[in-house]
């Protein structure tokens, strides 16, 4: 239906879609039994054969699709002509945000543009699914032997300008100029050059003392009361006034 409620088409039998699908650039993912295609706003399969394996939505006039008995993606324009001549095992699910592309190549992480060339050659890991902030900077990833991955951030010219010493980061990017990162476990900010121009400093932590409640700090105590008057020992206190009793026959207990 349209925004007006007006029905335009309806979807056949043999093509599913997935619920959380949606047109892109005029064209929506659809499933057939051993194939996927793209349907346009008028309800027509494109391309009007079964050729490709599997396809990703459209974003930014691009897409990748991997054909029938073929290993890799290719990348192709709204025409379904293909661009470029590089081929990708695998592609991040956001494509072309910024219009740059993280692909994977054997085994490594590189990033493309709109035309499918290589601004950053395959050689990373891993690289951080928020893509290309500013037009200028990536995270990479990297893990050590004990699973603990930290990130490190590189120019699009595959340049490092900090090394993957970052454990966190915002996800919002630079913030006039000033990205906050968590670097040693302190809050962390750094400029576009990578350098730190201000650090959390954390005071040393005090070693803990076991508490003895018999020589408790003030403001720690046990508290309880009774309305039993035989608990009182028969004492008689002034209405309206609060009365301690301390059993001092009882050990780490007060009353």
Known sequence: I???????????????????DDFFDGYLKVRLENSEAYINSKGKMVPNDTVYEEVTDFKNGRAF???????NYILIDKNFKRIGNEVFEEVQR????????????????GIIDRNGKYVVKPKYKEIDEIGVIANKYFFFIEENDNGDKKYGMANLKGED??????????????????????IDDKVTCINEKG?????????PSKPKKSLNIDFMHRGYFYASYSTELDTLQSNVFPQNVLSIKIDTNQIDTFK
């Open 94 to 109: 956001d494509l072309f945000r910024n219009n740059y592309a993280i692909v994977k190549f054997n085994d490594l992480w």
């Open 161 to 182: 300008i900090i090394k993957p010493v970052i454990q966190d980061f915002d996800k919002a990017g630079f913030l006039n100029g000033i990205l906050r990162v968590l």
């Open 65 to 71: 699709v991997k054909k029938k008995d073929e290993d």
């Open 2 to 20: 349209n925004t007006k409620g007006n029905l335009l088409f309806e979807i056949p039998d043999e093509i599913s879609i997935n619920s959380e």
């Open 195 to 203: 350098k730190i121009i201000w650090q959390e400093k954390k005071n």
